[in-house]
T-cell receptor
Framework: AQKVTQAQTEISVVEKEDVTLDCVYE???????LFWYKQPPSGELVFLIR??????QNEISGRYSWNFQKSTSSFNFTITASQVVDSAVYFC??????????????FGQGTILTVHP | DSGVTQTPKHLITATGQRVTLRCSPR?????VYWYQQSLDQGLQFLIQ???????AKGNILERFSAQQFPDLHSELNLSSLELGDSALYFC???????????FGAGTRLSVL
């Protein structure tokens, strides 16, 4: 069975602070994909990143960076110099690369990030 | 804008009723997924269609059904509605089953 755990329910920071959102996953598959989605107050789910299980290179995109560590089954997301517009709910998700539920995304509970001016 | 269109945006109905949620995928996408987001269950996968065929099923109640039409749009039918069905229902689409899923803005269903 797959499981994604985001231990931080809510995080509150002041603008320009760096913030890291934690994600730990469980799967029996050796090939899988990890994702981060953002849900701003408007409600839609916005895709941020996909990472496959064979690629442990960290990725940086502007102020966003992701740290994938297979040894600890973690896929953490860091926002550098946070801004008020980063306020949203962030979801980590897992998808196995095969099996009968191939396309299914398993989501974590989400982390509510509030960035204060 | 993800390119996935969901209608209606909001739906208010009474217990026992039946509703239909509609989803138009991004141009070129063959796969459509439905997810339910509620406060107690979080984001849960319901069902996936690929090019008109059911491909995967999740925690979808028997009172719920879905289909994907030849023009690739999809409908999620919810019947005998209960208060607990109140939730945000998302549709997502991708080119194939293994590709990135792009989500629509959701339909917020309120059952009174």
């Amino acid at each position: 069975a797959q499981k994604v755990t985001q231990a931080q329910t809510e995080i509150s920071v002041v603008e320009k602070e760096d913030v890291t959102l934690d994600c730990v996953y469980e799967t029996r598959d050796t090939t899988y994909y990890l994702f981060w989605y953002k849900q701003p107050p408007s409600g839609e789910l916005v895709f941020l990143i996909r990472r496959n299980s064979f690629d442990e290179q960290n990725e940086i995109s502007g102020r966003y960076s992701w740290n994938f560590q297979k040894s600890t089954s973690s896929f953490n997301f860091t926002i550098t110099a946070s801004q008020v517009v980063d306020s949203a709910v962030y979801f980590c998700a897992l998808r196995n690369a095969g099996g009968t539920s191939y396309g299914k995304l398993t989501f974590g509970q989400g982390t509510i990030l509030t960035v204060h001016p | 804008d993800s390119g996935v269109t969901q209608t209606p945006k909001h739906l208010i109905t009474a217990t026992g009723q039946r509703v239909t949620l509609r989803c138009s995928p991004r141009s070129g996408d063959l796969s459509v997924y439905w997810y339910q987001q509620s406060l107690d269950q979080g984001l849960q996968f319901l069902i996936q269609y690929y090019n008109g065929e059911e491909r995967a099923k999740g925690n979808i109640l028997e009172r719920f059904s879905a289909q994907q039409f030849p023009d690739l749009h999809s409908e999620l039918n919810l019947s005998s509605l209960e208060l607990g069905d109140s939730a945000l229902y998302f549709c997502a689409s991708s080119v194939g089953s293994g590709d990135i899923q792009y989500f629509g803005a959701g339909t917020r269903l309120s059952v009174l």
